[in-house]
Every structure is written in C-alpha cells, then in structure tokens.
C-alpha cells in the first residue's frame, strides 16, 4: 500500500513539476521545435518519466537533475537569443533546396534528405511541378518555404487593384454555452445585446449554443448544438443506417 502511495505522489509530483519547468522554458519547444528543442523536451520527459515510475530510485537526485537540466535550457536559450554564431550552432541555418525549378542535390544530400520527402512536402502546398518553384527553403524546424515563380503566383485583390475592406480576427461571445464576457467588454458589447440577438435568430438559451463568434463587420455565427440537418451526410465506409454493412 505504502508502495502504491508513493507511486502516485512521484507521478503528481512528475507531472507538475515539468508543467512548471516547461512553462519556465516557455513557447518556443513547441511553436518552432528545432532540433535542439526536440531533444530537450526527450529529455525532459525521460526524466520525468523517471520520477514517476522509478521507485528504487532517490526521488530528490531526480528533482535536481531536472532543476539543473532546467537552468541549463533556460541559460543556453538566453544565450541563443543574444548571439547569433551560437543560434548558428545550436539551431542550424535555412536550406535552399530549390533554385528556379532545379532541385539542388547536393543541399539534400548534406541534410540527409531524400526526394521523395521534398515531393511529399510541396505536395502537401499543392504544389505539384517542381518546374513552378522559385524557391524552396528547408528552415531549421524541418518545415518547408516556397516561392512560386512570379507567374505562377495567384492573382489577389491588389494586382487588380480592388480595394477590399478591412478583415481582422473574430471574436468569441459564446463558447460551450457561456458568455465570454472579457470579448464583449472588448467590442463595447453588452450581455442583454447578445441574447437580444440570439432570440431574433429563435435562440433563447445560451447554453444550445456551441459557438457565436463575431466578425469585424459585425457579423454573428452561430453553431447549435442540436443542428437541423435533414439529410446529414455520412461519407463513412459503413453506413449505421444499413447495420454496418455497405
């Protein structure tokens, strides 16, 4: 029992204490993920995970492995963001890949990146003929940047020189049934309003509404939860109508 006990308190202990240090470290693990980054969060997690399972093992040596290994990510990022020859070293530089149509072997050789990877991910840009490509630029996330050559580029509203008016981000009113009431204040809205507007749209419960957000032109979408839908489409394999059969 007493074994049990300990179990679930290195696990809570485990989990909140990477919560905290990965919360120190802050957003950049997981909105750029470079290699560096990668490894760290491995890291992390194998100690955590050490923590949580390992009994035998001295339970505080662990906490200040992960305190030490936390200073140390800190520091080495501070470090990163102050020099560049350093971000250099630990993150890596962009790769061309792609000049003018041609695929540069040689680069993808050095990056240890095959063609069939290079394809995959200007497919998955809609891009289908190498030949259209300007540009294509492995960055040190992994991620892929292209440039379409000037003529393949898609027409937009200012190379016709249409003038389009103004569109900025919506804003959440309701979300799982409630009121958020911080994006009324923010768009000099009030309570009484919104349910004024839910009831011209034969709405008279906040919480049937999944979603209301707001455009900037003023605006509303709406998402029930009960929709009414006459035929909802099933593009499934097995249709439950048929008893699971085709």
């Known amino acids: 029992m007493v074994g049990f006990l300990q179990e679930i308190v290195q696990t809570f202990l485990a989990f909140f204490s990477i919560l905290i240090f990965t919360r120190l470290i802050g957003k950049q693990q997981v909105s750029q993920l470079t290699y560096y980054e990668y490894v760290t969060g491995i890291t992390f ?17 662990h906490m200040l492995d992960l305190v030490i290994f936390t200073v140390l990510t800190i520091g080495v990022s ?10 250099k070293v630990l993150e890596g530089e962009p790769t061309v890949v792609v000049h003018n149509g041609k695929v540069l072997e040689k680069n ?38 292209v440039l379409l050559k000037s003529q393949k580029l898609p027409l937009t509203p200012a190379d016709l020189n249409i003038e389009t008016n103004y569109q900025g ?13 911080q994006n009324l204040e923010q ?21 049937d509404v999944v979603l209301a957000v707001l455009d900037t032109e003023g605006n509303i979408y709406l998402d029930l939860k009960k929709d009414d839908l ?15 059969k085709k």
Do not use: C
């Open 187 to 207: 768009n000099n809205l009030t309570e009484e309003w919104l349910l004024e507007e839910l009831k011209k749209r034969q709405v008279y419960h906040v919480k």
């Open 78 to 87: 501070y470090i990163v963001l102050r020099s560049r020859p350093v971000r």
């Open 108 to 145: 993808l050789e050095t990056m240890r990146y095959n063609l069939d990877d290079l394809l995959m991910q200007l497919r998955g840009k809609n891009i289908f003929n190498i030949e259209d490509v300007e540009f294509a630029v492995f960055e040190d996330n992994g991620q892929l940047s």
């Open 230 to 244: 006459q035929s909802p489409r099933d593009i499934s394999d097995f249709s439950k109508r048929h008893g699971g």
């Open 169 to 181: 981000l919506y804003s959440e009113l309701i979300m799982d049934g409630v009121i958020i009431h």
């Open 45 to 61: 997690g194998s100690i955590a995970a050490t923590i949580a399972t390992d009994g035998r093992a001295n339970l505080w040596h």
